[in-house]
């Protein structure tokens, strides 16, 4: 069964830094997405992506973020000047198309010191 | 916007007993409700999904079910065995919308 594959599976950062995760989605999939999980709490929703373009945000998002499908198969997802509080687990989902079930990837721990 | 409720946050039930978790949704636009079950570091993994079209799905030992006018959905496990134990999230969707917005969990552990 494809998956979402996500690079690497843990980030270890200074604070200020930038980071960039990576992911690849399902081959076939259209929409494209990031979540983020801090321990012990909810997913959360951070971002979607269709036809190289941002299609919604969450408040989360601000401009410390940003995504970019560089090529036909990554997505990426960028952020800058990282603080403590970025320290999460990032999940990247894609879906065949709007309304379709979202599959997660095994997630990169970002951990900012 | 959208929030889900979920309870209980944790469970633990007999192995071979049932489960049941329950969410409420706040915006009635919602049309798909995701079940997700997180093991410890893992993905979080589809395991059923309903939509507002219909009222309840079962897939083997799981069921869920959906009162579109309480705006509830539930998930129902049956004949509990060891793996299931798990955080379970509820999650919903609407229509026009491409993010999913989860419960906060649910944490399920099966007493052997």
């Known amino acids: 069964e494809p998956e979402v594959t996500q690079t690497p599976s843990h980030q270890v950062t200074q604070m200020g830094q930038e980071v960039i995760l990576r992911c690849v989605p399902i081959?076939?999939?259209?929409?494209f997405y990031w979540y983020r999980q801090i321990l012990g709490q909810k997913v959360e929703f951070l971002v979607s992506?269709?036809?190289?373009?941002?299609?919604?945000k969450s408040e989360i998002f601000d401009d410390q973020f940003s995504v970019e499908r560089p090529d036909g198969s990554n997505f990426t997802l960028k952020i800058r000047s990282t603080k403590l509080e970025d320290s999460a687990m990032y999940f990247c989902?894609?879906?065949?198309?709007?309304?379709?079930?979202?599959?997660f990837g095994d997630g990169t721990r970002l951990s900012i010191l | 916007g959208e929030n889900v409720e979920q309870h209980p946050s944790t469970l633990s039930v007999q192995e071979g007993d049932s489960a049941v978790i329950k969410c409420t949704y706040s915006?009635?636009?919602?049309?798909?409700f995701p079940w997700y079950k997180q093991e410890l570091g893992k993905r979080p993994q589809l395991i059923i999904d309903i939509r507002s079209n219909v009222g309840e799905k079962k897939d083997q030992r799981i069921a869920v079910t959906l009162n579109k006018t309480a705006k509830h959905f539930s998930l129902h496990i049956t004949e509990t065995q060891p793996e299931d134990s798990a955080v379970y999230f509820c999650?919903?969707?609407?229509?026009?919308?491409?993010?999913?917005?989860f419960g906060s969990g649910t944490r399920l552990s099966i007493r052997p």
């Open positions: 992506f269709y036809n190289n373009e941002i299609s919604e």
């Open positions: 915006d009635s636009a919602s049309n798909y």
């Open positions: 999650a919903a969707r609407d229509s026009s919308a491409s993010k999913i917005i």
């Open positions: 989902a894609s879906s065949e198309d709007l309304g379709q079930p979202q599959h």
């Open positions: 081959s076939n999939h259209l929409y």
